[in-house]
């Protein structure tokens, strides 16, 4: 039974179509359970900071049941999604509503959509990294595997990084940087693997452009289908989803850089260049995302096998908790500022 514990990530997708059925004050359901109950529940809930052996690694490396976890959000949004359109524009719904669904489908988008892709896009299989890149289809933000794949983990805890957030820039700054500077870096990177290949620009192995044209196809077929009312909430969910995601990216890295070595070049990524928690509640949430330092240690590792550095630099919350915080720039510096090492805000 512990090893499906992660169905509690299926507790965020539930709550929106709660409030998609029964409509009214339900429709911020999603949002109240993600960012208020969840954190009381971290401050009730004891963090666990304790790794598992090499055997039981062994063993659940072994069961599918952790993959498959994985691959059911695949049509949890995508029926999610298809639901609210029809919701929204075949049924008398007041603004206040339309902008809870959005909310509530954003944030969906952003957790079992563009988080469980982030997973499966460092999966080895084909299969494993098509589903990846459908769940980030209505968010919009299909680029994200190039750039995070190629460009976040290669420059991750400094300054060339588009998703590490400086020290004292708050968060609504942040997405501003990471949103348009991460897009450029995806086609930059693209540019620089269709060289790698001798491919021209305009070529079929261009995936930027097939991500562009596959995005349009999408937004289109929701216009025709919809109306510019379904077209304006499929738009809103996606820019929800992905905020969520830089919101995420804010409080992984933020004011943590790497240092230069003698011959120019940065030290390897360490386990203190990410910020961790070991909050229990968040942890199952996210399938073990804030674990994050392990996972820039050996990207290839699974979810469900991510250990706990004692070196790592620890949250005082969870994720969800710290996400919250962030939205309070002064509240967050107050909190944060003190805990990042004094060398790494100098450099």
Not at 170 to 188: D, E, K, M, P
């Amino acid at each position: 039974m512990r090893d499906l514990k992660y169905l509690t990530a299926f507790s965020i997708p539930l709550m929106a179509f709660i409030g998609l059925y029964y409509k009214g004050m339900f429709t911020y359901l999603t949002p109240f359970y993600a960012f208020v109950l969840i954190p009381m529940l971290e401050l009730i809930f004891p963090i666990d900071a304790s790794n598992i052996s090499e055997e039981e690694s062994k063993s659940l490396l072994k069961n599918k049941v952790f993959d498959w976890l994985l691959y059911f959000n695949l049509p949890i949004v995508y029926v999610l999604v298809a639901l609210a359109l029809i919701v929204i524009t075949t049924t008398s719904i007041e603004t206040y509503e339309f902008v809870g669904l959005v909310l509530s489908v954003g944030i969906v988008l952003g957790v079992n959509g563009i988080n469980v892709a982030h997973e499966l896009g460092h999966r080895q299989t084909s299969n494993e990294r098509f589903i990846g890149k459908a769940l980030l289809l209505p968010a919009l933000y299909m680029h994200f595997y190039i750039e995070h794949n190629f460009g976040h983990h290669l420059h991750a805890a400094t300054k060339e990084d588009p998703a590490t957030a400086r020290y004292n820039q708050t968060v609504y700054g942040f997405w501003l940087t990471s949103v348009f500077r991460q897009y450029i870096s995806a086609w930059r990177i693209q540019v620089r693997l269709l060289k790698n290949k001798n491919q021209l620009f305009f070529s079929l192995k261009n995936d930027m452009f097939w991500y562009t044209v596959i995005q349009l196809a999408y937004l289109i077929t929701i216009f025709i289908l919809f109306g510019t009312t379904g077209l304006l909430f499929a738009l809103f969910a996606g820019i929800t989803g992905f905020i969520l995601l830089e919101t995420v990216n804010y409080i992984e890295h933020y004011g943590l850089l790497r240092s230069k070595t003698p011959s120019g070049r940065y030290e390897r990524v360490r386990e203190v260049h990410s910020w961790n928690s070991n909050h229990i509640i968040g942890r199952i949430v996210l399938y073990e995302l804030t674990r994050h330092s392990d996972h820039h240690y050996k990207t290839s590792k699974k979810y469900q096998i991510l250990e706990c550095h004692a070196e790592s630099p620890q949250m005082p919350f969870g994720y969800p908790t710290s996400m919250v915080m962030a939205m309070i720039p002064p509240l967050w510096f107050a909190v944060m500022n003190k805990r990042i090492p004094r060398e790494m805000i100098s450099i």
